[in-house]
């Protein structure tokens, strides 16, 4: 228990310390945090995160000369969910509060989970919607690993304790296996505490978990005109990525008119030590916006 509720108090510490600002929309209060200077960048964030996960993503992948919009989606930390949620508000709420900070159009980065309701974005402000980035993105005839019971993320203690019991088992769902076995026994452990033990407190992220899950995830497999997105897309994923399988990362590249792909050989979900990679292409892509 001491264990349990040193972290606990670690997590909200982290979390109490973020500067971030509340916005309150017409979808509800939306949780932002403004840093940087530079082309404006909005970070939609994945599943059981947040701005600190948005910060976290940023900090792994990107040169830091950019101004960054860190964004808590629907339901996450201080971001309220409004009644009937979907990807289609969400993407509105993203607009809404571009138009708030006086931000006529940005690059949108997503990641994961992230991605869905940034692709509604693009499609529904071509104006607004200077680029996109799309890592390891949530996609059509993309796989999207099992998750545990609804009730673990809403209590705490039990998401605790079941990473303790079943974490290592669940670090497959998003690195491969050849991986995790080259892995130092300090390694796997910050592997657990950046995949999962970092989304503690879960409870004040359960009804974004749960709207990722059974909204927002599913309803990528819909008929979406990704054809009509007008935007340039850098799009990068793993060829091992066990939770969003390549073929819906090429799926998305060949869908989408201006697209371009970057696969790498391994990585994972996370992309896995290839940071520096990474931060090149999206550099580049920038630049060239």
Same mark, same amino acid.
């Given at each position: 228990?001491?264990?349990?509720?040193?972290?606990?108090?670690?997590?909200?510490?982290?979390?109490?310390?973020?500067?971030?600002?509340?916005?309150?929309?017409?979808?509800?209060?939306?949780?932002?945090?403004?840093? $940087?200077? $530079?082309?404006?960048?909005?970070?939609?964030?994945?599943?059981?995160?947040?701005?600190?996960?948005?910060?976290?993503?940023?900090?792994?992948?990107?040169?830091?000369?950019? %101004?960054?919009?860190?964004?808590? %989606?629907?339901?996450?930390?201080? =971001?309220?969910?409004?009644?009937?949620?979907?990807?289609?508000?969400?993407?509105?709420?993203?607009?809404?509060?571009?138009?708030?900070?006086?931000?006529?159009?940005?690059?949108?980065?997503?990641?994961?989970?992230?991605?869905?309701?940034?692709?509604?974005?693009?499609?529904?402000?071509?104006?607004?919607? =200077?680029? /996109?980035?799309?890592?390891?993105?949530?996609?059509?005839?993309?796989?999207?690993?099992?998750?545990?019971?609804?009730?673990?993320?809403?209590?705490?203690?039990?998401?605790?304790?079941?990473?303790?019991?079943?974490?290592?088992? #669940?670090?497959?769902?998003?690195?491969?296996?050849?991986?995790?076995?080259?892995?130092? %026994?300090?390694?796997?452990?910050? +592997?657990?505490?950046?995949?999962?033990?970092?989304?503690?407190?879960?409870?004040?992220?359960?009804?974004?978990?749960?709207?990722? #899950?059974?909204? =927002?995830?599913?309803?990528?497999?819909?008929?979406?005109?990704? %054809?009509?997105?007008?935007?340039?897309?850098?799009?990068?994923?793993?060829?091992?990525?066990?939770?969003?399988?390549?073929?819906?990362?090429?799926? +998305?590249?060949?869908?989408?008119?201006?697209?371009?792909?970057?696969?790498?050989?391994?990585?994972?979900?996370?992309?896995?030590?290839?940071?520096?990679?990474?931060?090149?292409?999206?550099?580049?892509?920038?630049? =060239? /916006?």
């Amino acid at each position: 228990m001491c264990g349990y509720k040193n972290r606990l108090k670690q997590s909200y510490d982290k979390i109490n310390a973020i500067e971030s600002q509340i916005y309150k929309s017409k979808f509800g209060d939306i949780e932002y945090l403004v840093k $940087g200077e $530079g082309i404006p960048l909005l970070i939609s964030h994945g599943v059981a995160g947040g701005i600190d996960q948005g910060i976290g993503l940023i900090n792994s992948f990107f040169y830091k000369r950019y %101004r960054f919009v860190f964004v808590s %989606r629907f339901g996450y930390l201080q =971001s309220t969910i409004p009644e009937n949620p979907t990807v289609e508000k969400q993407a509105d709420a993203f607009k809404d509060l571009l138009d708030h900070l006086g931000i006529e159009s940005a690059v949108i980065y997503a990641n994961s989970a992230g991605s869905t309701s940034v692709l509604q974005f693009a499609l529904k402000y071509p104006q607004a919607c =200077s680029g /996109l980035i799309l890592q390891s993105a949530n996609a059509p005839l993309g796989y999207n690993p099992g998750t545990p019971p609804k009730f673990i993320f809403k209590s705490n203690f039990l998401y605790w304790l079941f990473l303790k019991i079943f974490g290592k088992m #669940m670090l497959t769902m998003f690195v491969p296996k050849s991986i995790i076995k080259q892995l130092s %026994r300090n390694e796997k452990k910050l +592997l657990m505490d950046e995949v999962f033990f970092s989304s503690l407190p879960v409870s004040e992220r359960s009804k974004g978990v749960l709207f990722d #899950m059974h909204i =927002s995830n599913p309803s990528i497999e819909e008929d979406i005109p990704f %054809r009509n997105i007008q935007a340039r897309a850098l799009i990068l994923n793993a060829i091992d990525d066990p939770a969003t399988k390549i073929s819906g990362a090429r799926t +998305l590249a060949d869908k989408i008119p201006k697209a371009k792909l970057v696969e790498f050989d391994t990585g994972g979900h996370l992309l896995y030590n290839q940071d520096k990679e990474v931060k090149k292409e999206i550099d580049k892509f920038l630049e =060239s /916006l």
